[in-house]
């Protein structure tokens, strides 16, 4: 029997990766921060919060990483703890870095000195890649980011190469483009929008405020992702790779896609801030821009190309950009029932 360490196992990712291992028969262990209102939702929702031993961890702590490492006797850690919402991170700088970069480098060095052969996973970022410099994006696609998000990960990505490099560790960085569940933090744009758009066919009034709607994004499921994850850790040899599923949508087409799911027919007026969407069914605005949500530089497009995950590890994505609007919408929608 395997055992895993998952850093960020209470997050979205975690969750999924904590019952992908468990089915493996990995003995999982994860760490949690200390926060005032401790809980294991996610992993309850997907019935494995029994089956994981929890630590207390924060990747701003040296040594409490360090005792963790030393007790925890593991094959293989997933660090999947980060700061991870980008609009933050421009009011957070100095914190994401902390955790985002020097939280990965504190890990490695101590995986480095007390168990070396532990196979290392780097949660990295098609933020990485900001103002794209070639489309599709691919693992040797120069990097340009744009929020302080994507220049902590940034760091975070190389040091993990550097450490595979400098002292032969098995350190891979799996770069996920998003990838998004019914069990997305409610902040982001893909949750925001199915959360309010259940709550509008369920008799609600509050149309959605959102800010740009041109960005595009290549949306996958969290699901399908922590696979890649797990794949990579299995090759004899680390290596980087994109995870993505080669299709982008605006946040528009999403809203689309979600309202649909939900029997709404919805009609588009106006530009820029003045930009609604009006559900014709209902004659309720469902859409409406609020400025507070545009971000200082702005991700304008993201689209991977994941051929080489699919050709080295044999991975692709199952679960398409408007099967995974449906998904989430549905999974709002009942939820409020
Ligand atoms: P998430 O839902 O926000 O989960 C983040 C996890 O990190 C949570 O468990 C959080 O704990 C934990 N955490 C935050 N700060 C910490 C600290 N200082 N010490 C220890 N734990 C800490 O994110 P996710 O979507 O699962 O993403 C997982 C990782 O992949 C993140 O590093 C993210 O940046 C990266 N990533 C995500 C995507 C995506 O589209 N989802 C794409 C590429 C890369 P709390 O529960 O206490 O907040
Ligand atoms: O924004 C636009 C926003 O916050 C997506 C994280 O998992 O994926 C995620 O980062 C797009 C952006 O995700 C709203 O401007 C419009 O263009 O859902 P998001 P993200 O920034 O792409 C990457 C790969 C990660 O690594 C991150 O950890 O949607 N947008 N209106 C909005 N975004 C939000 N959040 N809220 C809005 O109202």
Sequence with gaps: MKTAFITGITGQDGAYLAKLLVEKGYKVHGGVRRISHPELGRLEAL???????????DLTEPNNIYRVIRDVAMDEFYNLAGQSFVGASWELPIYTSDVDAMGVARVLDTLRTLRPETRFYQASTSEMFGLVQEVPQRETTQLHPRSPYGVAKVYGHFITMNYRESFGMHASSGILFNHESPLRGKEFVTRKITLALAKLAHGG???VQLGNMDARRDWGFSGDYVEGMWRM????????????????TTIRDFVNYAADALG???AWDGEGVAETATDRKSGKRVVEINEKFFRPAEVELLIGDARKAREKLGWTPKVDVRELAQMMAKSDFDALL
């Design 205 to 207: 009034v509050d149309a």
């Design 47 to 57: 019935g494995v919060a029994k089956d994981v031993h929890i630590h207390d961890f």
């Design 233 to 248: 850790l299995q090759q004899d040899v680390a290596d980087d790779y994109v995870l993505a599923t080669n299709t982008t």
């Design 264 to 266: 709404m027919d919805l």
